[in-house]
């Protein structure tokens, strides 16, 4: 089914689909019972579904798994990952709440759990506290950037820009702190940010940081990409001169691309 059109919203809201493609199964009286969801090379995709064929590890598997072994935190967290996946973070989050409880689980396991119940509580209370707080008193650095996408899209379902973009600016400090950034995740903050149009100095300082890290045998339509950036931002601080000399930048690395041509025109025309 094509959820791309409106006609088949009904079937993409029923099944939570959030990206394509993905592939539903489901039981004779039609529930779901497990699911693939992104690309797969044929043979991965065909012992995919062998195994769901085959009712290995599906979700009525893991529960019968689970009622023999209670405290098996592996078969916990990946009974809570799938039922997430297939149907939303409240009907999981009862698998979420054991996993938390559990004490011989994992640093990182119990974190992720920690993270759950704190999102959940977020979009039930509609108030960002609990993610707010989890982010303020949370150590593990492994968790930590999920919880400020969270947080961040949080602000951005709710409309609110300000505390989106303050959110967004803690999370790209955060990860350079811990070495975690690259030129991509850097070209994403300065976009949103020309969106916004807020931290544009700031925006510009981490996009001149994304094209210092660009390795040398770049792509000339990625060096094109986050140069455009570069200009987005320069353009809406109103650093005109400048913005149209990263556009002839882009152009000569581009010639065949109109969209630069299309861009250096916007720099030029007055507002």
């Known amino acids: ?14 099944f939570n689909i959030h990206s394509i493609p ?6 004779d009286e039609g529930n779901e019972v497990d699911r693939i969801v992104g690309f797969r ?19 009525p598997d893991l529960v019968n798994q689970l009622e023999s072994d209670p405290d098996n935190g592996d078969l916990l967290m990946t009974l809570a990952t799938k039922v997430e996946a297939m149907s939303g973070l ?14 011989s689980v994992e640093p990182l396991v119990h974190s992720t759990a920690a993270l759950k119940m704190a999102l959940f ?17 949370e150590t593990n650095t492994e968790v930590l950037p999920k919880a400020f996408d969270a947080l961040r899209n949080y602000y951005r379902l709710a409309k609110d820009v300000e505390n989106e973009a303050a959110v967004y600016r803690r999370y790209v400090d955060f990860m350079s702190s811990i070495d975690k950034v690259d030129s991509g995740f ?9 969106q916004l149009e807020l931290n544009l100095e700031n925006a510009l300082e981490r996009v001149i940081q994304g094209i210092a890290m660009l390795a040398e045998d770049e792509s000339a339509r990625d060096i094109a990409q986050i140069m455009d950036t570069r200009g ?10 400048e913005a149209v000399a990263v556009m002839d930048e882009c152009i000569a690395l581009q010639p065949e691309d109109k969209y630069y041509e299309e861009q250096k025109a916007k720099f ?3 507002s």
Request: no cysteine.
């Open 121 to 137: 509580h977020s979009q039930e209370n509609k108030d960002p506290e609990t993610l707010v707080s989890f982010i303020n008193n």
């Open 186 to 194: 850097l070209n994403g903050y300065a976009w949103r940010m020309t």
């Open 22 to 27: 993905t592939f539903v199964f489901v039981d």
């Open 232 to 241: 987005e931002v320069l353009w809406k601080l109103g650093r005109i001169d």
């Open 268 to 270: 030029q025309t007055p």
């Open 90 to 103: 409240k009907a999981a989050m009862s698998y979420w709440e054991i996993l938390f409880a559990l004490e």
């Open 41 to 59: 090379p044929p043979a991965e995709h065909l012992a995919e579904m062998t195994r769901i064929r085959n009712g290995i590890n599906t979700v």
């Open 1 to 14: 089914m094509n959820v791309d059109s409106t006609q088949n919203d009904p079937y993409a809201e029923r």
